[in-house]
């Protein structure tokens, strides 16, 4: 096998790898928003939307309306927008409801 060939070979390899990581990433990301909408159907059938905070509110609609989104892609849609930490936190606060 010449240099070309090795060359060729490693970066198909990386691509690969690349690609890889790239699906496993978006297959944990939809796992865990669909988690999180069964979450917050839980909360909602449990206390009622109408009795949770504005914040947490906002969050589930969110959520549930955005469901490919990640936590940081979330946030930057609020209004106004918040960190993925502060999205996070939300998610958190509505599991302690459960």
Do not use: C, T
């Amino acid at each position: 096998m010449d240099k070309a060939e090795r060359e060729a070979r490693a970066l198909r390899n990386k691509v690969n790898r690349m690609v890889n990581a790239e699906i496993a990433n978006q297959n944990k990301a939809i796992y865990a928003s669909i988690q999180q909408i069964e979450v917050i159907k839980k909360v909602e059938a449990l206390h009622g939307i109408e009795n949770l905070p504005q914040a947490l509110v906002e969050f589930a609609r969110l959520r549930v309306a955005n469901p490919g989104l990640s936590l940081k892609e979330l946030g930057e849609l609020a209004d106004p927008p918040l960190s993925k930490s502060a999205v996070n936190h939300r998610m958190r606060r509505m599991q302690a409801m459960l």
